[in-house]
């Protein structure tokens, strides 16, 4: 490795060795400690506002220079209604309990033992997000509220905007007495900070959590030496039972498409029940069309549809994040549950049906983090699950699934209260 590279190994493993100490002191904080920082972090971001703004139009400038795709540039944008948004989700955590000490068990054994299980924090989080500013402080505020010091490393197309945000974030921790090395940020956008994390620096990072492409979460996953946390990509179903309601169905179809296609709980693809699909797809089908987005149907959804194009494999497994949908006809649950297993991701999978047998049949055989009934699948979000912000949704089945929130980033340990027992 030459100079620069020992350089950078070095610069990561101090930034690891600093979050440990910021873990510790989150760890013995009190939760009006805690509640205090995230409220003067809210307000560094408000007053920190048009800095975060300017840092902002420099990423979006450099990302119009860079041929940054449509749905990047979405996510990346910031306004004013957008960072007030940032700035309240900040609040919102610190609204939600403290999950810290809390008992999730307890129980007294015959020979007078009382044990209890605790919740308590992981210790230092790596984060490595792409192209959404907003997760810098989505990241840091839930990880504050959990007592984890975190290492956030965003992509280079939003470098700027996440040192403005992480500025105002350090004004917030200083003013509320917590120590800034608690939320650590990456400076560089050179990519071999990514396979210095991966390397878990000098062991003092305890979990990584990728968000980006296929592509980010895979190298995580291949390369990481210590503990990931997975967040595929959103290929996410919404199925139209024979028995849906037809008005419900048209509305829920075209919020979960086009009220923002570029989240990851946005859905990809329409499943409509072959017994109903003469029936209910027209109207739907009309709905996604003036709403402008592109429908790629297969054969039997053509049929029905002419003026969709052809679908190809591969639509069956494209994370689109934008106005296209793909469209098949399936032959009841049982065919959707079938496509849904052989294309989805486990992320977010939903179901339109006034027939409440047919509902269960789907949750029971749908294995998806997140499964709804009669509702959008934009619903994937851990604000909306009253979780105040999410550090993204969890496609692993261990040890957290779904939305990640406070508490799903705590892990438990057992405190054992005895009287002078010894074991025979």
């Known amino acids: 490795m030459d100079d620069a590279g020992m350089s950078l190994q070095a610069t990561m493993t101090a930034m690891g060795q600093a979050a440990r100490h ?34 902002n139009a420099r990423d979006l400038d450099k990302a119009g220079a860079g041929g940054l795709t449509a749905p990047m540039v979405e996510r990346l944008m910031l306004n004013a209604e957008r960072l007030e948004g940032v700035a309240a989700g900040v609040e ?18 015959p020979n007078g033992l009382d044990i209890a299980r605790v919740r308590t924090p992981i210790g230092v989080i790596a984060m490595i997000f792409e192209s959404r500013p907003n997760v810098t402080a989505d990241a840091a505020a839930l990880c504050v509220r959990s007592g984890n010091a975190v290492i956030l490393r965003g992509g280079s197309e939003c470098l700027q905007s996440n040192l403005a945000i992480h500025a105002a974030i350090a004004k917030g921790l200083k003013a509320a007495g917590i120590s800034t090395d608690a ?13 210095a994390i991966l390397s878990g620096l000098d062991r003092t990072i305890d979990l990584i959590i990728p968000r980006g492409g296929k592509s980010l979460v895979a190298r995580v996953q291949q390369e990481a030496r210590v503990a990931v946390l997975g967040h595929l990509e959103g290929l996410n179903h919404v199925f139209v ?5 037809p008005r419900k169905a048209v509305d829920i179809v075209l919020n979960a498409k086009m009220r923002r296609v570029s989240v990851c709980g946005a859905a990809e693809t ?24 592109e429908l790629r149907g297969d054969g039997p959804s053509r049929a029905i549809e002419p003026t969709m194009k052809p679908a190809v494999e591969a639509d069956w497994s494209t994370e689109y994040l934008a106005p ?22 486990g992320h977010t999978d939903a179901i ?13 055989l749908v294995d998806s983090a997140i499964v709804l009934v009669n509702a959008s699948t934009q619903f994937a979000d851990g604000g909306e699950f009253g979780f105040g912000a999410e550090i993204g949704i969890a496609t692993d089945k261990l040890h957290a699934r779904g939305p990640v929130g406070a508490e799903q980033l705590t892990t438990f340990k057992y405190v054992v209260r005895g009287t002078g027992q010894t074991r025979p």
């Not at 939320?183 to 396979?195: C, L, N």
């Not at 039972?241 to 309601?245: K, L, N, R, S, W």
């Open 22 to 55: 910021g873990a510790s002191a989150l760890r013995v904080a009190t939760p009006a400690q805690r509640t205090a920082a995230l409220q003067a972090m809210a307000a560094a971001i408000r007053a920190d506002a048009p800095a975060i703004l300017a840092a």
């Open 324 to 345: 296209t949908i793909s469209v098949a006809v399936v032959d009841g649950v049982e065919g959707a549950a079938a496509h849904i297993a052989a294309y989805g991701s």
């Open 92 to 109: 919102a955590v610190a609204a939600i309990p403290d999950p810290l000490g809390v008992e999730t068990a307890r129980w007294t054994r």
């Open 183 to 195: 939320v650590q940020i990456v400076r560089t956008p050179d990519r071999d900070a990514v396979g």
């Open 270 to 293: 329409l499943l409509v029940d072959r017994a109903a699909a003469s029936r209910l797809l027209p109207p739907i089908a009309d709905a996604l069309i003036k709403a402008g987005c």
């Open 241 to 245: 039972h024979a028995a849906a309601d």
């Open 352 to 364: 339109l049906t006034e027939d409440a047998a047919a509902a269960e049949r789907f949750v029971a």
